[in-house]
């Protein structure tokens, strides 16, 4: 039996939102293949593990934001993970801490450096859903869904050269600009602003996760049709 480690980083510090649910949301899905899971939570007094299979960081205010950015710099495991190409998935301040910068209590902050993004604040806050069409751009080759989550974040957060979207907006704001665009793909990170939490919502983006764990394709991965999931894409979607 295929057995995972998910990896819930700093949830103590990074768990305003609700995005704890994300790892729940993989480990159920993995275990109803028939795939072993453990949810490792790595809290902000515990060394970062650079062994788990799969990562998942949510969201959180400025101060979480700050905390967050000095620990995992402090204990860098996830950055040894992202080297050896594990899956990471980012929501939200998430996202911004995993960049160059950000923004923080009125101050420009050091992030982890994971992406190459950099985060200013928008004029006004995003809030509402936020819809978008994959980009397919590096491990999200295989998406072909619409993404969906709910946004609530003031970071307008511009890619470097070596940094793609995840998505193309069609409604929201995302990472804000002209470009119309969410997220961020790296590497093995995929990151966005979408709450929800994010992976309840796009059982396919949850799915290319555990396929990338396993290190396999996600045509590869047993189908898993769930119609409570289908019935809240559907009314979300609309």
Request: charged share 20%.
């Amino acid at each position: 039996m295929p057995k995972l480690t998910i990896g819930l980083v700093l949830p103590d510090v990074l768990g305003t939102y609700g995005d704890d649910g994300n790892a729940l949301v993989l480990r159920e899905r993995a275990r109803r293949r028939g795939i072993e899971v453990a949810v490792e939570r790595i809290l902000l007094d515990d060394d970062v593990p650079s062994t788990c299979d799969l990562y998942a960081l949510g969201g959180g205010e400025d101060s979480a934001q700050l905390i967050a950015a000095a620990r995992l710099s402090a204990s860098p495991g996830l950055q040894a993970a992202a080297a050896d190409g594990k899956p990471i998935f980012a929501v939200c301040a998430g996202l911004q801490v995993l960049g160059r910068t950000f923004r923080a209590n009125g101050h420009e902050v050091e992030g982890v450096g994971l992406l190459d993004v950099t985060t200013a604040p928008l004029e006004r806050r995003a809030t509402g859903e936020l819809v978008s069409e994959p980009t397919r751009a590096g491990v999200t080759a295989e998406l072909s869904q619409p993404l969906t989550g709910f946004e609530n974040h003031m970071g307008a957060t511009a890619l470097g050269p070596d940094a793609s979207a995840l998505g193309r907006v069609t409604r929201g704001v995302g990472n804000g600009g002209n470009e119309r665009v969410d997220g961020v793909v790296q590497g093995s990170v995929i990151a966005t602003y979408m709450h929800g939490p994010a992976l309840a919502r796009n059982p396919q983006l949850a799915d290319l996760l555990i396929a990338r764990a396993l290190d396999i394709p996600l045509a590869d991965l047993e189908p898993l049709e769930l119609d409570a999931v289908t019935q809240l894409r559907q009314e979300r979607l609309r």
